[in-house]
């Protein structure tokens, strides 16, 4: 996990990190220092009650996100985005001195419009915050620097909503809160100063003000590329989970555990902890790339886990007086019912942060702040629909452990959905779990493989699971051309027929399969598409490279376009390979997490690659081990 903590001393992620990590935990703390003096000192500002004033709060603090997120990605593509962050800061400010005055007049009115302005900040953020970071970082950096902005936000919501409550509880005057929030917003702006510059993609961008119009649009820009939007509708039904177990944490705390608002606290907390571990494990897990292959990795731990947070919970705890934290941590079923929350924010960690870096990485430079405004207009209207479906079915005599379990089922029911419609999720998912299960990779030189448009992969063919291993390093989909029998084979045609694969076979087989393939090479090509082939024609019968046969030249006659060499070592002699004869005869021949090796070379242009000279470049990168 070191390796993305670096860009934390880096001017181009550290000031922004600590500008967002302060927006987020200045929201909170706001937001939860009111509510908790509305709650505890209600008849000293209104007649209404308490649960109502909660709930009308927090539907303040969202009307923002619906009202003014398509104004904000207009904003961030036209202008540059370190300058927007700077004067939504100076807002930020000028909202702390708006919430002075309310808390001086003693005017709820007023504090409710600091409330809705500070939901607009959040708002006019957003579009920001993960828009700048592929123009800051590195394409191997972005799974780290999402990592650490998810991490951050969690458990900056975290402290901002305990030190929200502790100011609103010890302060003579409810204007320090106000005063506590503009020392933090002061920060922010500070912090702001250091974020360089990231120029508009869209300058000459006309804004529209209709929300309704803009929001459509933008919606509209999401679609065009079906997994950036099937990715948005993840994202929104993660925060649409995660806030329906956030939101019972205080009913669940006092109706199923017994506790007291320490108990609330812990559960906030160990949720947190699992969300930032998950999070920042996801650069360690996915090797550095968006490895969308930890996004079913993580809807199937958030199924499982919420179904055991059902069976977990304890039956008979709830007594006259609340417990102590000390005395609820000393019942053994309340550590597996921690142990479930910490596993549920891990796994929360492994399917959300990959999917922000594939919006990132896969939608229009021109056109991303507005994909994510889109994005966030999605997500809220996902958790207000989440919030009232629980309200609803709690009001029908559900219990909170019935409506956790409910929503794991519905969680799992919504996965096998979307991997319907998008198998790369799981196909992904397949080639990462094999190569974590068996193997031990190690990959050098993929930043050869271009980020956009048409290339070859050429590669050496030692095994049957040669294309997953490949498929699994590529920071791209990849349509491999394969011999008819390896595509045919139980399983892994799932696999490739889902991953575009095209099959191939001699003129001698099979002359119009042949032409066929040839044909849908040619297409690929011409849309842009990676398409690896194993320019051997065939599995090697003895470790060594066999001779590259011609067909290449076909493909490139007709598309020259660039060829990455590339080759692999260390698979001979494993189970998939054809050491006896005959390949998967004899199981964990080579034990388990043998070492493997995909070593990748920089890209010859199409109108000077030869066969003969694109096998002497594989035979260099391969080495002496087969």
């Known amino acids: 996990m070191s390796g993305q903590f670096h860009l934390l001393k880096t001017k181009r992620f550290g000031p922004f990190f600590v500008t967002q990590f302060l927006g987020a935990f200045n929201d909170n703390l706001f937001k939860n220092a009111l509510v908790v003096l509305l709650t505890f000192q209600t008849a000293q500002w209104t007649t209404m009650k308490a649960e109502l004033l909660a709930n009308m709060a927090a539907g303040i603090f969202m009307l923002p996100f619906f009202l003014f997120s398509a104004t904000a990605g207009q904003l961030a593509d036209k202008y540059d985005k370190a300058t927007l962050a700077r004067l939504v800061k100076v807002l930020e400010m000028l909202i702390m001195g708006v919430a002075a005055v309310g808390f001086a007049m ?119 590329n079906r997994s950036v939007f099937l990715s948005i509708l993840g994202i929104s039904w993660f925060w649409l989970y995660g806030a329906l177990f956030l939101a019972q944490f205080p009913a669940y705390a006092k109706n199923v555990l ?8 812990l559960l906030l907390a160990t949720f947190t902890v699992g969300i930032g571990l998950g999070s920042l494990l996801c650069e360690r897990m996915s090797g550095k790339h968006v490895e969308i292959g930890l996004v079913p990795f993580g809807s199937i731990g958030l199924t499982l886990f919420g179904i055991d947070l059902y069976f977990a919970s304890p039956v008979g705890m709830v007594g006259v007086t609340a417990h102590s934290l000390l005395g609820i941590l000393s019942v053994p079923a309340v550590w597996r019912v921690l142990f479930d929350l910490v596993m549920l924010g891990a796994f929360g960690g492994f399917f959300i942060v990959p999917l922000y870096a594939l919006i990132q990485v896969r939608s229009a430079p021109e056109q991303r702040a507005r ?56 196909i992904r998912f397949m080639a990462w779990l094999l190569i974590k299960a068996a ?188």
Not at 592 to 606: D, E, K, Y
């Open 106 to 224: 003693h005017d709820l009115r007023v504090l409710m419009g600091a409330l809705f302005l500070l939901g607009l900040h959040s708002t006019l953020f957003g579009p920001i915050k993960y828009a700048i970071m592929p123009q800051h970082l590195h394409a191997d950096e972005l799974i780290g620097g999402n990592a650490l902005i998810e991490a951050g936000t969690f458990v900056s919501i975290l402290i901002g909503t305990l030190a929200g409550g502790l100011l609103a509880g010890s302060v003579e005057h409810p204007a320090w809160i106000a005063f506590g929030g503009l020392v933090v917003a002061f920060a922010g702006y500070v912090a702001s100063r250091g974020i360089p510059t990231a120029p508009a993609p869209v300058p000459e961008l006309k804004i529209n003000l209709n929300p309704i119009s803009e929001t459509w649009r933008n919606i509209r820009f999401a679609s065009q």
């Open 371 to 426: 994909i994510i405004a889109a994005n966030n207009i999605v997500n809220a209207l996902f958790m207000v629909g989440g919030a009232l479906a629980a309200g609803a079915l709690l009001d029908g005599h559900l219990n909170i452990p019935e409506l956790f379990g409910l929503a794991a089922v519905l969680n799992g029911l919504v996965a096998i959905y979307i991997y319907r419609l998008v198998p790369e999720f799981l």
């Open 439 to 626: 193997y031990r990779l190690r990959s050098e030189g993929l930043e050869h493989i271009p980020e956009e448009g048409a290339a070859v992969l050429a590669c050496n063919h030692v095994s049957f699971v040669d294309s997953l291993v490949i498929m699994g390093c590529s920071p791209r989909p990849v349509r491999f051309v394969m011999d008819h029998r390896i595509f045919r084979i139980p399983l892994l045609n799932y696999i490739f027929r889902h991953s575009g694969a095209i099959a191939i076979a001699s003129a001698k087989e099979d002359p119009v399969l042949m032409e066929k393939a040839f044909a849908e090479v040619a297409a690929a090509l011409q849309n842009g598409e990676l398409v690896a082939i194993f320019p051997e024609g065939g599995l090697t019968p003895d470790g060594e490279l066999q001779t590259f046969r011609s067909g290449i030249a076909r493909i490139l006659k007709d598309n020259p376009v660039p060829v990455v060499p590339m080759a692999l070592s260390g698979l001979w002699g494993s189970f998939f390979s054809r050491i006896d004869g005959a390949a998967m005869k004899k199981p964990f021949r080579r034990g388990v997490f043998s070492s493997i090796a995909l070593r990748v070379g920089a890209a010859v242009p199409g109108a000077e690659a030869t066969a003969e000279m694109l096998q002497q470049q594989v035979a260099g990168l391969r080495g002496e081990l087969r």
């Open 258 to 265: 017994g506790g007291d608002e320490s108990t609330v606290t």
